[in-house]
């Protein structure tokens, strides 16, 4: 695959989307939803985990030229190899808890000043290059 420039070698395409128990960073504290989800998972085919060394409940490092974030695996055949998806709006970081707790800010990953729709102004935020790796 690779990244958008010439010099960018990325393995993946991460994209964002919404947890269907959310609507966007709406009701993440709420005692039942955070209940059954604590987190937003780092979500890879489960063709990419086996390549990846790394079950669900591990963890990764999902990097690019703009930054890195660790996350827990969660595998799920609704995306497709080479693609890993990450919700937005979680992993605050002015929150010290754990990522199981807080969860992952794919946002650290997304430039703010390159890459962006020059219409609106606003980031891309969807097949941005990533790699990803086993956390140590």
């Known amino acids: 695959s690779g990244g958008y420039d010439a010099n960018e070698k990325c393995a993946f395409r991460m994209i964002v989307y919404r947890m269907k128990e959310f609507y966007c960073t709406q009701g993440q504290n709420l005692p039942s939803l955070h209940s059954r989800a604590p987190y937003n998972p780092i979500m890879v085919n ?3 985990a086996r390549n990846l060394n790394v079950s669900d ?3 990764v490092v999902v990097e690019n ?3 890195s ?3 827990i695996v969660k595998t799920s055949e609704t995306f497709k190899p080479g693609v890993v998806g990450i919700a937005h709006g979680w992993g605050d970081p002015e929150d010290k808890r754990e990522i199981g707790e807080k969860g992952s800010n794919a946002q650290r990953l997304i430039p703010d000043d390159v890459r962006y729709d ?3 102004g606003l980031a891309l935020m969807t097949a941005v290059p990533v790699n990803v790796v086993a956390a140590k």
């Open 46 to 48: 489960p063709v990419d």
């Open 57 to 59: 409940g591990d963890r």
């Open 65 to 67: 030229d703009f930054g």
């Open 69 to 71: 974030i660790e996350g």
């Open 118 to 120: 020059p219409l609106t």
